[in-house]
């Protein structure tokens, strides 16, 4: 499986690394990233860092650094997973750390794991769910071209009570009308 590394207009992505270990256990130990992503996994700081020092070599997915600036500082993660080349299908995740959102990064990255699913891969289809309550992420999914496609009735939890997801996607097609010519 190919292991970019891209460069946008704000960031930088690289292949995540055992380095990375500090900024994921940041995103994942946050009381609001866990609540707008629906995480209910509690995660070991020792399995973060293995889980860092070992990603970049599975199959199937693309899991990469989101830097920016100049420096090669970890602010988030963004991932294609579950790369079916067969079908051209992906699933895509983005996770900033709580310091580096609204500050457009993600919206680069997306921008470019985008260009590298359907130019570099040859995928036909990306798809994602956001819970009904994060407005923010559905809202900057819907500004790259995501379309809203369904929803998950109560598939997460929003602490004791459950949470709609909305299932999203993009195809080729729809990520070649938005690009300037």
Known sequence: MLKPSLEGELVRLR????????????????????????????????????????????????????????SDTFLGEIVLTEIDEARGTAQLRLAMRPGTRGRGYGTDAIGLVLG???????????????????????????????????????AYRDGSRRCDAVVMGILEDEYRAGQPD
């Not at 994921?24 to 995660?43: F, N």
């Not at 990306?126 to 790259?144: K, S």
């Open 15 to 70: 292949p995540i690394e055992a380095r990375d270990a500090d900024g994921l256990w940041e995103i994942v130990t946050d009381a609001e990233s866990r609540r707008l992503t629906g995480q209910t996994t509690v995660h070991t700081r020792a399995d973060i860092e293995h889980w860092c020092a070992i990603v970049s070599g599975r199959e199937g997915r693309i899991d990469l650094a989101v830097t920016a600036g100049g």
């Open 116 to 154: 590298l699913a359907f130019d570099g891969l040859g995928l036909h289809r990306i798809g994602l769910d956001v819970l009904a309550i994060n407005h923010r992420a559905q809202a900057l999914y819907e500004g790259v071209g995501f379309v809203v496609e369904g929803r998950l009735r109560e």
